[in-house]
Nanobody
Framework: QVQLVESGGGLVQPGGSLRLSCAAS????????MNWVRQAPGKGLEWVSL??????IYADSVKGRFTISRDNAKNTLYLQMNSLKPEDTAVYYC??????WGQGTQVTVSS
């Protein structure tokens, strides 16, 4: 069955960095269009980034600070997050719209 498992979240100070991982199984990862989506406390879902058939795409709120990448040999999606801000605090999910979503990993940016 399809599984998406995020990891790498945690508590980081403003200006710090984290790298999230999403381990995928149960579908052909190499041809999938993979997204990162986040949900801040008390807010709705916000799409963050896409890795698909072309160049990666980013939300304006993270452009220049976050980098999405993937290792198709390891069936793993990554999100490198630099220059983190308190407003980046959220649960981060990886998702393939057709295959499903992971359970999420919490990122908290606070001093």
């Amino acid at each position: 069955q399809v599984q998406l498992v995020e990891s790498g979240g945690g508590l980081v100070q403003p200006g710090g960095s984290l790298r999230l991982s999403c381990a995928a199984s149960g579908f052909i990862f190499s041809s999938s269009w993979m997204n990162w989506v986040r949900q801040a406390p008390g807010k709705g879902l916000e799409w963050v980034s896409l890795s698909g058939g072309g160049r990666p795409i980013y939300a304006d709120s993270v452009k220049g600070r976050f980098t999405i990448s993937r290792d198709n040999a390891k069936n793993t999606l990554y999100l490198q997050m630099n220059s983190l801000k308190p407003e980046d605090t959220a649960v981060y999910y990886c998702a393939d719209w057709a295959q499903g979503w992971g359970q999420g990993t919490q990122v908290t940016v606070s001093s």
